[in-house]
């Protein structure tokens, strides 16, 4: 299935979240921090009054709670609107 953002979203498909040890103690997958960086793989045509700054490929910084999750073909990805992006990296 292909998924194209419609108006001024983007498509992110989400950095591995970090896995951190306490001595010597793995997190499980579920504690994880969730990632705030990703990479566009898809973005929409922008609006009359944004246009997109953003292009696929780019590597992004985003707010926590930014953006919806939808999974397609088993992968995880973010739909979000370009202004959650807070930068380029």
């Given amino acids: 299935m292909k998924i194209k953002p419609l108006a001024d979203r983007v498509l992110v498909k989400p950095a591995d979240g970090e896995q951190k040890t306490v001595s010597g103690i793995i997190i499980p997958d579920n504690a994880k921090e969730k990632p705030s960086k990703g990479e566009i793989i ?15 490929g ?32």
């Fill in 42 to 56: 898809a973005v929409g045509t922008g609006t009359k009054d944004e246009e997109m700054v953003v292009k696929t």
């Fill in 58 to 89: 780019d590597t992004v910084l985003y707010g926590k709670y930014a953006g919806t999750e939808v999974e397609v073909d088993g992968v995880k990805y973010l739909i979000m609107r370009q202004a959650d992006i807070l930068a380029t990296v």
